[in-house]
């Protein structure tokens, strides 16, 4: 596995979870629930902050498969991302980490209402764990690299 912290992101449209690993990418845990107004800019200072080998972000993916108004705005927030940061940003397909972070928190004792903050980064958490530990089994990075005007090759 390649040697670096990492950054994973899952897009919300109202909030976007934000979660870390260590550079062994042993553990991911959370860092910030943005408000997605600000999410961008707010990731390009993390970035510069912590040094990522790469950012991570979720791809919602339907269940049969397809692609879904969600999976377009996730794949256009990392393209934007891509346009501002020097590292490679890849999307990884993040089918349930959402629901799997909500049954998570419920699990916890966790009302929804008291879990709508922490949901976005719990699904970080999820979506970057399941990132590394995949690297870690199968030798290659999941998903794919987004390529954007040569800021990250």
């Known amino acids: ?11 919300g449209k109202a909030r976007v979870g934000v ?3 260590d550079p062994d990418g042993l553990l991911a845990t959370p860092v910030a629930t943005l408000p997605r107004a600000v999410a961008l ?11 990522p080998l790469e950012i991570v972000v979720g791809l919602p993916i339907a269940l049969s498969g397809g692609h879904t108004a969600s999976t ?26 959402t629901v799997q972070a909500a049954a998570g928190l419920r699990a916890a004792g966790r009302s929804s209402k008291n879990q709508r903050h922490v949901i976005d980064q719990a699904a970080a958490v999820i979506l970057l ?3 590394v530990d995949s690297e ?18």
Do not use: W, Y
């Not at 596995?1 to 897009?11: A, E």
């Not at 870690?136 to 090759?153: D, M, Q, T």
């Open 41 to 51: 800019e707010s990731l390009v200072q993390l970035a510069e902050e912590r040094a």
């Open 1 to 11: 596995m390649r040697r670096g912290v990492r950054l994973g992101v899952d897009v």
């Open 72 to 97: 377009e705005d996730a794949e256009q927030f990392a393209r934007d991302l891509t346009e501002l940061v020097t590292v490679p940003v890849r999307l990884v397909d993040e089918r349930l980490s």
């Open 136 to 153: 870690k089994a199968r030798g290659v990075p999941p998903g794919e690299i987004l390529v954007l005007k040569g800021n990250n090759a």
């Open 129 to 131: 764990q399941h990132a």
């Open 19 to 21: 979660a870390s690993c």
